[in-house]
């Protein structure tokens, strides 16, 4: 495995080119299109400064864990871009549904009734209708966000018929012990049956094996920005 974390003397820009090149290099290796695959630079815990360089170099897309902190940091940064397409990759409490389809353009996390009933009621309200991607917890792990495998046909159906939400494919995160081609080859095989067309799979040390596996939109962080600050303060 190439090194995930460049030395922060590294600028931004320079590892988001290597990541680039990275991504195509694989999307060839599997005979696949680079252009579809989009990079999600996951910007959490970064301040604005640390984000600006890759939107001066052309970089539209991004990825935040948290609801509160993007709030923090994305207004003033689509003020001066506005073709940002903002990306929620994080667990959505319910109660923040609004802000998060106020402010967001995909929502990586759908994986609950409840989150699903409270977003389709913003939509309504609103007319914005961020694309939605469920969260499938392929390692069933307790402490992870999403639906185990064996319901997720299930969620797909009800957010589909019920709450009609925009879906437009299946996200996961696999157990940091595990090789992650079986992940990767699982929610790859759930989106099939059930016809959804994208896969947010792969990070910085995975993402080569989740395109061989048929990942649409990689979720790169360490690989792009270097090692993450302890915690994000919010102004
Ligand atoms: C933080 C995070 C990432 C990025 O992880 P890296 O290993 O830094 O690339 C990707 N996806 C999700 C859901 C995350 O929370």
């Avoid at 897309?61 to 940064?77: I, T």
């Avoid at 699903?116 to 939605?132: I, Q, V």
Wanted: with cysteine; glycine share 6%.
């Amino acid at each position: 495995m190439a090194d995930i974390a460049p030395s922060s003397e590294v600028p931004v820009t320079t590892n988001l080119n290597a990541v680039r090149d990275r991504i195509d290099a694989a999307a060839t290796a599997a005979g696949r299109n680079p252009a579809g695959i989009t990079l999600i630079a996951v910007s959490k815990m970064h301040d604005v400064g640390r984000i600006l360089p890759t939107l001066e170099a052309g970089h539209r897309a991004f990825g935040e864990s948290r609801v509160q902190e993007a709030q923090a940091k994305w207004p003033e940064l689509r003020a001066r871009f506005s073709d940002i397409e903002l990306h929620l990759i994080g667990p959505v409490q319910t109660k923040k549904a609004k802000v998060a389809v106020a402010l967001f353009d995909v929502i990586h996390s759908v994986d609950r009734e409840k989150l699903a009933a409270a977003l389709a009621r913003e939509m309504d309200k609103t007319g914005r209708r961020p694309a939605c991607f469920i969260q499938v917890n392929t390692g069933e792990e307790p402490q992870k966000a999403g639906v185990p495998p064996a319901e997720a046909d299930r969620f797909i159906a009800l957010c589909r018929e019920r709450y009609q939400l925009p879906l437009m494919g299946l996200m996961c995160i696999p157990p940091v012990t595990e090789e992650p081609s079986l992940h990767f080859a699982l929610l790859a095989k759930i989106a099939k049956r059930n016809g959804l067309q994208a896969l947010s799979m792969g990070m910085s040390d995975d993402f080569e094996t989740a395109i061989a596996f048929g990942s649409s939109h990689v979720r790169l962080g360490t690989a792009i920005f270097g090692e993450r600050p302890g915690h994000f303060a919010t102004p």
